[in-house]
């Protein structure tokens, strides 16, 4: 099992990365320019990694980081990968949805504290920003799930995943409850508009303002785990999970994709107008996904 | 004096543990009117938590000088909830109910911030709490000629409807005065956060269990979950009475919690925090299902130890700064570290994270409610879950993180051990209850079979397991404690240097130089920004206080009316009053 | 006692050890792959001083896109490698530059835009700028001209991207060695009015000036 821990964490982190560097390369192409290499951000990494120096404010701001990055590998182990194999199978069925719900939290709100000890006000302002944010993102990603569960009658992914095989994909069966996920997806991916707890030009760059060198290389690094962990999570719910690397490649790829394509056109909405607009539009549409789970099936 | 007390409260601990089990002890008054004291499992579950808890604040309290007639009354209160919780019948319960009233009444006045409204409007609710449970035993007395659990248990079966619906909404009404659900919490903010702030604790972790517990004895044992069943019918999976409660239970909470972010003072968030968290207990008591039951007592468990963390936690903190606001602390964490972690293994609880227990309970609780395929219900428990993060961030940020607001904060010392002993237990539970979520299983198991309910399945002490999806609790803690060793050693061992940055106005400020008077403890203040949210300001704008005392204004004129009639001729108001009788005596008699 | 924290010291003491245990060639490419990344990644803090901060937009956005170079703005000081001072700075502007300056992590880089930083330009008899930032922080690469075109500040990124490559000694470096000296012209310009600095003591560099 630890073998195969390793080689997913490796696995998550280049195509994280790489993902990440094609984020950047969209992003220029659609601004019309060039854009960097598609390593920029592993580039990014070594080089923060080899600063000659860190500040520190303390074993709390030390740990902050680091709990962050223990939530993202807990989420990325939990989540089932590959839908027919059993690799890491005797530690995915370990936990399950809930479990992965509030982990996706849990890294976040340490390194909330770590932010909080760093003492700087405008990183605090962010990690409010974000909380606050999170009344609304989290509502129509709640309403989506809670429909699966419900429609599949288990919390568990794997059978959430076994239910597709003989059932149809649940974008199929549901598709307003995958509207819903993505549309919260957009904002748990730190994408316009929902861009509020770290956006530059207002609160300098949010949380991660005080981190620096190996603490924000380290924060880079589970932000690409942590992205990977997440995508493996939708298609595990609404596409029917991978059987194979290219499925997983392929699948996750398309997802990313669309998450960026819906993030680069649009402005930063301010937090009030984020949440006003996600207790509206998306919760109705996951409400009515919802209705059809609970009256048709 | 401590010690003495200290070992009083050990007594009834060691007694239930060497004589308990089938207790079962009556005396008769007259001939038909017994009081009896009958074990059940459900009864001794929550009399280890009070007396337990007691014992734990009664530790705490050994730093502050508190006299005799404290410890007694506090004593006192610790005996009449042990008679609420093992009373075999109403009278005995009725008895307990009304020491419980009186004794933390006389504790809560001894305080040094209460004023006389706080008390007035407690003193109040507690009556209006007794009020409706003596009308509900008298009732059911009528019915039943007895008062015995057993006997009115047996008997409400063959009761009118109307009747069945009054005992139950009666007796809910007392209970959810005493449990704080919305509407009637008017006392519970005021109450807790002017309360002896140890006290406090007893307030939130234990008494308003016994509001919980007696929705048990109603529900579970009184008219029973099958009876429930059949007297309402059923909706979805579940029945209607128990969707109707979660209504109640999920609204209570998501109300209270945004009440509770919006909060200065410390004490005033957590008793908010409490009313929500009691809110997810009242959402799935009523469920009659398995899960239901058993995740409301794994709450009721889980937030009793949380609860007596915090409010120990904050208690000690305020004896030792004199500051009960988030606006007047801040940046304690390197003062007293070892309060900082408790109170961080607190809200971790709170906000139920996965490692620690607090996760076990609510994934028990979000497991009753797939059961039943109450959707709305799981989303409004997930979501004041999610708005929940907030004000456990605002408790720690407020308390022990940004910066010190207030002179004398940064010269703080760690709070006195006796604070500390009891919180390091705690949270040690809270850890344990995490790792080995199933061990509590075997405490569920025999209330389950008392309410004759389907046990829980048993799969080992590390897990949960359900039918609707289980978690392995001991490899999430070991994987989660293993990752993180890892990725310390492997961050420390990289050599770019961390250089302890001790001044605290070195951050980046836009190239200024923040000083003393610059105001940086930013988070304090968080909830201001919920008001420009169109729904969450609908909640916050609005207040039973309007209600309340807009009743309280009718009350006073209509007395003022009356007193009217006392216009100083003692002779005239006599022949009005004899008058009156005669005239209700005529009408009596007409009839 | 100690002086600083200068990462070169560290360094050193790293090479000791390893050329004794006969890795020094290893410690070598290590030491040499490190600078290429370096060169490869630099976050900008971009301090708009001067006119020239108008020429900073075109260079980072669509007409010369600076990021295919991997050299991206930041917000904050702390995660920056480069500052770029965009032409004259003002007394003022001095203090707020240097506690930026400091800010950063080790290594970092300055680059200066136009010829007001080199001798003053058409400031040369003004009260309130500097003449010669040189002479306050260390500077590692000029980019000259009244106002530079983006091109030519591009020309800039390259050749620190080449220097950085070649690890040559930077600026940072002859800070952190002649402390003293920069410490010294900050005082006399910025007189009395001087902002704490947390990482040095500069009131009392004699002690070796660890705060
Ligand atoms: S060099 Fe020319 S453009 Fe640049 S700051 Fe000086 S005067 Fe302005």
Sequence with gaps: ?297 | MNSIFLLLNILPILFLYQFGGDLHVSFSLTKDFTLSLIQTPLGTFFAYLSLISFLLVTVSQKSKKLSCNYYALQLLLSFAMLIIVLAGDFITFFIGWEIMTWSSYFIISKSNNIDIKSLQKYILFSLASAFSLIAAIVISYSFANSFDFATISASFKSMPFDIQLTLIILFSLSFFTKAGVIGLHYWVVDTYSKAPDLFSSILSAVMSKMGIYGLFLIYGNIVGYQELKIMFGTILNGTDFGYTLAWIGVATSIIATFKAITQDEVKRLLAYSSIAQLGYIIAVIGFGTTYGVAGALYHTLIHTIIKLLLFINVAAIIAQTGKNRFSELGGLIYRTPVSFVMLLIGIIGLAGMPPLGGFASKFMMYNAAINTKFALILIGMLFSGAASFLYCYKLVYGIYLGHPTSKGLETQKEVPLSYLIPQIILALLLVLTGAFPGAFVKVINPILTQFSLKALPYDGVGIMDSAVGNFNGLFIMSAFVAFFVLILLLISRIKSKAKNNINRFDISYCGEVPSKDTSLHYGFGFGTELHRIKFVNAILKRSTATFYDALALQTKRSSELLSRMYYGNIHNTMIIILLFFSALFFIGVNS | MESGFHGSDLDSSLKCKLEESGMANTHAIMEKAVNWFRSRSIFVVAYGTGCGAIEMPPTFTSRYDAERMGVVGVATPRQADLIILSGYLAYKTLRRVIRTYEQMQRPKYVITLGSCPINGGMYWDSYNTIKKLDDYIPVDVYVTGCMPRPESVIEGFVLLQERIKNGEKAGWQKYDENLKFYKDNQKRVLGGHIDPSYETDWYNLENGGVA
């Design chain 1, 1 to 297: 099992m630890i073998f195969q821990i390793i080689l997913l964490i490796m696995l998550a982190y280049v195509v994280g990365f790489i993902y990440f560097g094609l984020y950047r390369n969209i992003l220029a192409r659609i601004q019309g320019r060039y854009g960097p290499t598609i390593y920029q951000s592993f580039y990014d990494s070594i080089k923060l990694f080899s600063k000659k120096n860190t500040v520190n404010y303390g074993w709390m701001f030390y740990l902050g980081p680091i709990i962050m990055a223990t939530g993202a590998v807990l989420t990325l182990i939990l989540v089932p990968v590959f839908s027919d194999s059993d690799f890491l199978r005797s530690a995915t069925s370990q936990g399950n949805l809930f479990v992965l719900l509030y982990l996706m939290v849990l890294g976040p709100l340490g390194n909330a504290l770590a932010v909080g000890t760093g003492g700087n006000p405008f990183g605090v302002m962010g990690v409010v920003r974000g909380l606050t944010r999170l009344i609304g993102l989290e509502l129509p990603f709640y309403i989506a799930v809670v429909g699966l569960i419900i429609a599949a009658n288990s919390s568990d992914i794997v059978h959430i995943i076994d239910m597709q095989k003989t059932g149809g994909l649940n974008i199929i069966n549901h598709p307003l409850l995958f509207i819903a996920a993505m549309i919260s997806m957009v904002g748990f991916f730190g994408e316009s508009p929902f861009d509020i707890p770290g956006a530059p030009q207002e609160v300098y760059s949010g949380p991660r303002t005080e981190f620096s060198g190996k603490f924000l290389a380290l924060l880079m690094s589970q932000g690409s785990l942590f992205a990977f962990a997440k995508l493996v999570l939708i298609i595990d719910l609404f596409l029917g999970g991978a059987d194979s690397l290219w499925m997983l490649v392929l699948k996750t790829l398309a997802i990313f994709v669309t998450i960026i394509f819906i993030g680069v056109v649009y402005g930063r909405y301010k937090v009030e107008q984020a949440v006003d607009f996600l207790m509206k539009i998306p919760t109705l549409i996951a409400l009515l996904g919802l209705a059809r789970v609970i009256w048709f099936g």
